[in-house]
């Protein structure tokens, strides 16, 4: 639901990191954890209502899903949570740290060879 | 070519999150960020506490809503400063508070004398869970008629809070709610959480809860004085 801050939020850091202010971007890469409940297809939606007015116009963004994935205090074994319970498989602890799944990372600009001049 | 950036897009947020805080640390105030879904009774609970501080703790309300000043108006003859924040004048605002929001409210709250500051989200289980605002704690409330199965549907409210307020228990046995399978599914996901059970509407574990605020509060000034 809350897509649209987040998506202003990582135009306005990849735009910060570009290498030069003419920098074309042809793709901006970035990691959501499924435990943050951010949609990717909303996440694109508003990368495209939103980029064509920023230095980004034209780049795609691409999405990579981290899965969440726990560490159990009691027996230290890690695994992955699909199911809702966050509760260890070996074990059956509750005391589960958290090793991904929240993640809200801007990874990566692409940028191309040619370089935006003027208008 | 690649250019690597890793930078979490909730660096922002959190820098101005931290900003609050030193403002809150400042003023010793302790400041609970209090979240749940539409219509669990944050607002009916704001008001029993405040009614029971009113005199004793000098408390001070960020009310947080979309739309109107309904909720502020509530709270607002309980003695306690009070200031509304509208995500957006217009509809479709947004879904949470985030930090700016509050920086913002600092601006009109005078933090000067309160002990306690009390931010009452925006109503939705999803969202505010992602966004630090300042606070010392984060209380959730979840209500009966909601159902028992809500940790297993949002865990990372339930995960992220340090108190849970149960709320409504006046309605259990009219509503489905099991009790016992509610505790299960809150163990599922967060088994260190604390569960009161109350009822704002009867008054039923206002108590426990005012000294649980009483007991982080001071817990919570412990640690700024050792910091």
């Known amino acids: ?119 | 070519m690649e250019v690597s950036v890793l930078r979490n897009v909730l660096d922002a947020n959190d820098l101005i999150a931290a900003d609050n805080r030193k403002a809150f640390d400042a003023h010793g105030c302790f400041v609970i960020n209090l979240m749940s879904a539409p219509g669990s009774g944050k607002t009916t609970i704001l008001e029993r506490t405040l009614h029971h501080l009113n005199g004793r703790v000098r408390a001070g309300v960020i009310e947080g809503d979309v739309l109107g000043t309904l909720d502020a108006d509530r709270l607002a003859p309980l003695g306690a400063p009070v200031v509304q924040i509208n995500t957006d004048p217009h509809f479709g605002g947004e879904c949470h508070l985030d930090a700016r929001m509050i920086r913002n409210a600092l601006d009109q709250l005078k933090l000067e004398g309160l002990e306690i500051v009390f931010i009452e989200n925006v109503g939705n289980l999803v969202c505010p869970a992602e966004f630090r605002v300042g606070e010392d704690r984060k209380v959730m409330v979840l209500s009966v008629a909601e159902g028992d199965d809500k940790p297993l549907k949002y865990p990372l409210m339930f995960r992220v809070s340090n108190l849970l307020l149960l709320n409504k228990v006046d309605l259990e046995g009219h509503v489905e709610f099991d009790s016992a399978r509610f505790r299960a599914n809150v163990a599922r996901v967060n088994p260190g959480l604390p569960v009161i059970e109350l009822s704002a509407r009867t008054g039923q574990g206002i108590d426990a809860w005012l000294a649980w605020l009483e007991a982080e509060a001071a817990v919570a000034k412990g640690g700024r004085h050792v910091g």
């Open chain 1, 1 to 119: 639901m809350h897509e649209l801050s987040i998506c202003q939020g990582i135009i306005d850091i990849a735009v910060g990191a570009l290498p030069l202010p003419m920098s074309r971007v042809s793709s901006v890469s970035v990691k959501i954890g499924r435990l943050t409940g951010v949609v990717a297809d909303s996440l694109r939606y508003y990368f495209e209502l939103l980029s064509p007015a920023t230095p980004l116009a034209g780049a795609t963004l691409r999405v990579e899903e981290v899965p969440i994935r726990g560490h159990c205090a009691d027996c230290a074994v890690d695994f992955d949570i699909d199911t809702l319970s966050f509760t260890c498989p070996a074990c059956g602890s509750g005391f589960v740290d958290l090793l991904s799944g929240r993640e809200l990372q801007v990874v990566s600009l692409e940028t191309t060879e040619e370089v935006a001049c003027g208008s």
